[in-house]
């Protein structure tokens, strides 16, 4: 199986290629998701002058959902939307990922960035509730990429959404505080190329 394929840089850790190899076989669609948010998050840190922090987001991205694996597979591929049950297992997912990234010794502060990608500003996101600074830049970005690559593709209950109608729903996140503009800004300045590492087209 090409895990390898297109990948904008090597990985910092040796382990991250097993357990992409592992999400690879258990389920395709999140593997693909963690690549396309990977190559995003790392566009977006270039983009907004942190390019020290670019490959550290890339290596997040490639992992934020590596705690999927543990998530029970007929919850995975299911075709109904979530009901509230259903919402609270499959956010187990973060507490799993922080789980497996410290058993392998990650550095905390990536295992801190990956663990914040469903955080939100305004303190209604998860696991923890984060406000405001608590919430680290690149759990920031990593915020949008995986919310802009999960609106692009399709899922099991839906079809994807045009990067027009993507980009719409994170102006409105930003507008409500839940998102921080300043990095829906820079995708939107790169959307072309966020578009291009999604594999969708932008103008659709």
Do not use: N, W
């Not at 027009?164 to 102006?171: D, F, G, K, Y």
């Amino acid at each position: 199986m090409p895990v390898l394929a297109q990948r904008e840089f090597r990985v910092l850790y040796p382990l991250t290629e097993s357990l992409l190899e592992q999400l690879a076989g258990a389920d395709r669609v999140t593997y693909e998701h963690s690549l396309h948010v990977a190559g995003v998050a790392s566009l977006l840190a270039r983009e907004m002058g942190l390019a020290g922090e670019e490959r550290v987001l890339y290596e997040a991205g490639l992992l934020h959902d590596v705690g999927k694996l543990h998530v029970p597979r007929e919850l995975l591929f299911t075709r109904r939307v979530f009901g509230p049950s259903d919402r609270l297992e499959m956010q187990k997912h973060v507490g799993y990922t922080r789980e497996i990234l410290t058993h392998c010794r990650y550095p905390r502060t990536l295992v801190e960035v990956c663990c914040q990608h469903h955080e939100r500003l305004d303190g209604s996101g998860y696991p923890l509730g984060l406000k405001g600074s608590a919430i680290s830049p690149g759990g920031r970005i990593l915020a949008v990429a995986d919310v802009f690559a999960a609106l692009v593709a399709p899922r099991p209950y839906r079809g994807a959404l045009s990067p027009r109608q993507a980009v719409e729903i994170l102006r409105q996140e930003a507008l409500c505080g839940r998102l921080a503009a300043e990095v829906v800004g820079a995708l939107v300045r790169r959307l072309d190329e966020c578009c291009g590492l999604c594999g969708v087209r932008a103008g659709v």
